[in-house]
């Protein structure tokens, strides 16, 4: 069983460029959902997509966009990059949705900078 | 709104010593608390969760406890090793259609030897 793994693990911007994140989700999750850790804080949700729909959004500006594809992959986009988008970006797969969902696996992360 | 505070941000102890961290949510509707230990550069993990129709459980030398009238969970790792050193978070899953887990600001936890 393969875990999650997102690409690239580190990357450098500089404001106003635009960005892509990607993230494989584990075998047999179809749940996939995104988090934000800036430093020294706790994980944010930015959303979640189930079976290739956006199945809920936090409190994150629509330059801030995803997809998931049919093999239940995922990207992360971000247009318009500001200096506090600089975080490690968390992707995190799970079966299922909502209360019921299963366990959260989360990757190893991708670690953005914004100059 | 939905919101997880996590009590204390820093917590340092000796080895073998006992240690606590504690978190209360704010939406009544959440029914599943794990909790992550994330090393310098690395990915949370987790664990140990508890869902809500459980009031404590335990996996070695760590146990959880959940109060939902109090809306107050807890982790306790007995006889610390320099090995628990991280940060630890906690987190509550909402009782919205994503299930989304909403996290405490985090503990920083150092083990003396």
């Known amino acids: 069983e393969t875990g999650v793994t997102q690409s690239p693990t580190h990357l450098i911007k500089t404001r106003g460029q635009q960005v892509t994140l990607r993230c494989s989700s584990q075998?047999?999750?179809?749940?996939v959902s995104w988090y934000q850790q800036a430093l020294g804080q706790g994980p944010q949700f930015i959303f979640q997509y189930y079976r290739e729909e956006e199945n809920g959004r936090g409190n994150f500006p629509p330059r801030f966009s995803g997809l998931q594809f049919p093999n239940y992959s995922s990207e992360l986009n971000v247009n318009a990059l500001e200096l506090d988008d600089s975080a490690l970006y968390l992707c995190?797969?799970?079966?299922?949705?909502?209360?019921?969902?299963?366990?959260?696996?989360f990757g190893e992360g991708s670690r953005l900078t914004v100059l | 709104g939905e919101n997880v505070e996590q009590h204390p941000s820093t917590l340092s102890v000796q080895e073998g010593d006992s240690a606590v961290i504690k978190c209360t949510y704010s939406d009544s509707a959440s029914n599943y608390f794990p909790w992550y230990k994330q090393e310098l550069g690395k990915r949370p993990q987790l664990i140990i969760d508890i869902r809500s129709n459980v009031g404590e459980k335990k996996d070695q030398r760590i146990a959880v406890t959940l109060n939902k009238t109090a809306k107050h969970f807890s982790l306790h790792i007995t006889e610390t090793q320099p090995e628990d050193s991280a940060v630890y978070f906690c987190?509550?899953?909402?009782?919205?259609?994503?299930?989304?887990?909403?996290f405490g600001q985090g503990t920083t936890l150092q083990v003396k030897p």
């Open positions: 075998s047999g999750h179809n749940t």
């Open positions: 995190a797969s799970s079966r299922g949705q909502g209360r019921s969902a299963g366990e959260l696996f």
């Open positions: 987190a509550a899953r909402t009782g919205s259609n994503t299930g989304k887990l909403i």
